[in-house]
């Protein structure tokens, strides 16, 4: 069933997120903060951060936003005064990159689009069931476009293979490493 995003659930996802982005090396307590710092960077105070559950217990998430709404920083920032300087650095580059690709996104969006900032599929099937729910839900209030930002770490070929055009690829040089190139890629899907 969708609803509206519990916070509640904030430190279940952190939980089952941990191994996915994690920084390798570092402690379990700062790859908590960590993978947080990601969650509330991608929280938007508006009704569209959603959630979809079986039998009680969460299977998808997925947050959206429009150009201008409002995402409380300061949850983000008390978590980084917790850390020490040398944690602050990869805190610090982590948001760095975050707030680089919503700006680049969010760049893109006219009057009736909108961004996904994150969409988490806890079971395999869940992530495609809750997008096309709540896609039917924007399409039905009058939204044209949903753009999206993603890169290599992710299966960007889904997005391929479900109807999203590429808008743009590119490298991120602070993330590339042993002549390996980090690369970014921003979609958009019309619905």
Request: aromatic share 16%; net charge neutral; hydrophobic share 35%.
């Amino acid at each position: 069933m969708l609803r509206n995003f519990d916070e509640s659930n904030i430190p279940f996802l952190v939980e089952r997120l941990l191994p996915l982005w994690g920084i390798k090396g570092e402690s379990e307590d700062f790859n908590r903060l960590y993978v947080k710092m990601i969650l509330l960077s991608n929280m938007h105070e508006n009704q569209m951060q959603f959630e979809i559950s079986d039998k009680g217990k969460v299977k998808a998430i997925a947050f959206l936003a429009r150009k201008g709404d409002f995402c409380n920083y300061s949850r983000i920032e008390e978590i980084y005064k917790k850390l020490d300087e040398e944690k602050k650095t990869y805190f610090r580059n982590g948001k760095d990159y975050l707030f680089k690709m919503e700006e680049k996104t969010f760049s893109l969006l006219g009057e009736n689009d909108v961004k996904l900032c994150l969409f988490v599929s806890i079971e395999k099937g869940w992530g495609h069931r809750i997008l096309e729910e709540v896609f039917a839900l924007l399409k039905s209030k009058g939204i044209a476009n949903v753009y999206l930002w993603t890169d290599c770490e992710c299966n960007v070929q889904w997005y391929f293979d479900h109807d999203y055009f590429l808008v743009s690829e590119e490298e991120y040089p602070p993330f590339s490493r042993n002549g390996k190139k980090y690369m970014t890629y921003i979609f958009k899907k019309s619905l």
